[in-house]
């Protein structure tokens, strides 16, 4: 497959994390977790995040996300998120078969939440035939590739533990995220400091979109909520036999600094593709480019030419926007190169 911009999840492997599962591809090693590996990638996470959290290793986004959600609400209980969350689009109504929660979708210009946004859903408190808010989920970076500040997610979480409520943070992109928030504030975010510090009470740790072969990671940051999750885990088919591959992955990851790396690389491309799109004619970018995401608007017969030599994804194909998106593999010569194929399509509909 030629190397496009349809997702972050089409690119390979970090040559730094295949050869730390090949360096863990020797002998035997206890399964489900009791192992060595899994044991100091907890260890690691504990440092990263604060001793108090609870660690568990999953195969994918979904399941840390529904791992999670598990963990804050019942059947009876619903999630407040942006009508464009992952949680909501792309996960097949996952939350709600397996947790059996409702979730409360919210209208945002820019995929973001706000306390005056969730507030719009906060209602029904002790009447029995509404369901009960009981979270707030939102993602960082977005869906539309913007990013919460601190302040910002500050102000969900004060929101969410004034209202007896959790709040939750998908962070299939965290890194893209922390290193944007990073550059923005000009010094170094910790994980720590973008979560825990700010009242997150649960998290989902992603790596797959930046160099991970497989593997998330749930992290329970409230201490209330870490009851008997490995049993969850469990009947949520989300506990991995040899478990210490997907420790490997996460150890090398953080230990290396790759997380880092492959970010600022991601997201630098998508600032290069940006500069070339903003003042092409007939090309409009919808959302400010803060991590590795560009959407735009074009002309529908130009962007359905251009499919015929890069491979993406349509966003809103009613409104013509599309989504590009850079991997920690895209190179400079890639984004010119479809630069110049834009500008051929936008040229032949003139």
């Known amino acids: 497959m030629k190397r496009g911009f349809g997702s972050d999840n089409h690119s390979g492997i970090s040559p730094e994390i295949m050869e730390a599962i090949e360096k863990a591809n020797v002998e035997h090693a206890l399964a489900y977790g009791d192992d060595e590996y899994c044991q100091r990638t907890v260890s690691l996470f504990k440092q990263l995040f604060g001793q108090q959290a609870g660690v568990y290793f999953v195969f994918n986004g ?26 909501n689009v792309d996960e097949c109504g996952a939350p709600q078969r397996i947790v059996g929660c409702k979730l409360l979708t919210v209208s945002t210009p820019d995929g973001k939440l706000t306390p005056e946004l969730v507030k719009t859903q906060l209602h029904g408190f002790g009447f029995e035939h509404h369901s009960q808010p009981r979270a707030i989920s939102i993602t960082q970076s977005t869906e539309l590739g913007t990013l919460y500040t601190l302040d910002e997610i500050r102000a969900l979480a004060d929101l969410a533990h004034s209202y007896n409520m959790y709040l939750h943070m998908d962070g299939a992109r965290i890194a893209n995220a922390i290193v944007a ?11 720590r400091e973008m979560t825990t510090d700010q009242g997150v009470d649960c998290l989902s740790f992603g790596g797959t979109k930046n160099g991970l072969l497989m593997g998330e990671c749930a992290v329970i940051l409230n201490p209330a909520l870490d009851m008997e999750m490995k049993y969850r885990r469990k009947q949520m088919s989300q506990l991995c036999s040899k478990m210490r591959f997907i420790a490997v992955q996460l150890a090398a990851y953080i230990e290396t600094g790759v997380w880092r790396r492959n970010a600022e690389h991601s997201n630098a491309m998508a600032q290069l593709l940006y500069e070339g799109l903003k003042h092409q004619e007939g090309v409009k970018v919808m959302y400010p480019v803060q991590v590795n995401s560009v959407f735009v608007k074009m002309p529908r017969n130009a962007w359905h030419k251009l499919l015929d030599h890069y491979f993406f994804y349509d966003w809103d194909e009613a409104a013509d926007v599309v989504r590009f998106m850079c991997s920690f593999d895209t190179t400079e010569q890639d984004v010119n190169d479809f630069l110049a ?3 051929q399509v936008m040229a032949d509909e003139k």
């Not at 963990?71 to 009876?76: D, G, I, K, V, Y």
């Not at 928030?181 to 994980?191: A, D, I, N, Y």
């Open 62 to 87: 979904t399941g840390a996300n529904v791992l999670n959600i598990d963990a804050m609400c019942r059947s009876h209980h619903a999630v407040v998120c942006a009508d464009t969350a992952h949680i």
């Open 181 to 191: 928030l990073s550059s923005q504030m000009g010094r170094e975010v910790t994980f």
């Open 341 to 343: 194929a834009i500008r």
